[in-house]
């Protein structure tokens, strides 16, 4: 379980930290002058280029920035190879969450369906919550009217019973939403809801990377 756990959130950290970026990139000022001097001098485009955040770059071997591979409806398919062993995995965001209390602050809070092909692992669910959960606690996922279980460690939730993950898999690919509960080791519950549009055809995507 350590292992799950510290991939998923190695990656999940990967992917706050060029969320971040990316969202400073985009509300960063664009003066019409500097425009105008990229579109008239090579000069005024090299020295834009030098000023504008580097694009984004595949993963290299090792490295545990994300890449990006296609997006499907509200979810992405990413590759990845923290210590060299390639990753894929298909993770959203959710499209709307409540805490009770209300507005409590949290981090940001992912889905994510992962394969690891050098573990024997394909489709794994798990749900980083944004919050230290309580230890102990169960969470679960509820997919039109079917439920299952979660088990909380640190600010995860995995299925608490594998057998049952096949399943769960099908109904996520059927299912139109993904409704999330988890608790808070301070006692907040919160209840996050995925939209589940794309996610099929993001796991198809990702099957074809990441080959057993």
Known sequence: MQSRQSVVLTLAAALMLAGATMSAAQSAPKSDKSAKDAKSSKDGAKSSAKSAPAPAKPAAA?????????????????????????????????????TNPPNKPRDPSFAFVSTRPAEKVVNEVSIMIGYQLKPGSEGSVEIGNARYAMYAQGDGLWIKNAAEEDAMIAALRKGSDAVVKGTSAKGTDTIDTFPLKGLSQALDRLAQECKR
């Open 62 to 98: 090792g490295s545990t920035e994300p890449n990006l591979i296609g997006q499907f409806g509200t979810w992405g398919a990413y590759t990845a190879s923290p210590n060299g062993k390639k990753v894929c995995f298909a993770l959203a965001k959710p499209a709307s969450s409540k």
